[in-house]
């Protein structure tokens, strides 16, 4: 749904400016590694949690565990702190992640060529035709 909304917006205007969001594309690339991190981020934020005899579920409490907040019954806000905190270490963590360590990687993707870049036309079949016919080929 959101990608027909986009599609069909009017250039320069609604969803097309929101996408086109500075912020919203630097946070792309971190998107990957937020994904890949929350989850450890999660399980050591709720141990570190019970540890302290804080127990943050997304269900009501039960009769032996306490909640850091709650606001007229509801653990709601407890929850939406805990989902801010894990989002912003998960963050931290993937920046981190990206600078130090996969930007390098990424780097060495252009010192290898793809067999269709050796050819010269970007066609992986081409490039194994051309070698089949040359006198070394089989």
Partial sequence: GMMVLVMT??????????FRNRILIGFGKYSYGIYMI??????CLRHLLSLCGVYVEHLPA???SRGLIEV??????EVLLYAAT?????????????HLYEK???????RFRSAGALSGNGDPE????AASRSPGGS
């Fill in 9 to 18: 917006a009017d250039r320069g205007r609604g969803w097309e400016r929101v």
């Fill in 38 to 43: 929350h989850i450890l981020v999660m399980k």
């Fill in 62 to 64: 039960g009769p032996l």
């Fill in 72 to 77: 007229c019954g509801s653990r709601t806000p």
């Fill in 86 to 98: 894990v989002l912003a270490v998960s963050s931290g963590l993937a920046f981190l992640s990206w």
């Fill in 104 to 110: 390098r990687f990424l780097r060495l993707k252009d």
């Fill in 126 to 129: 081409a490039s194994g035709r």
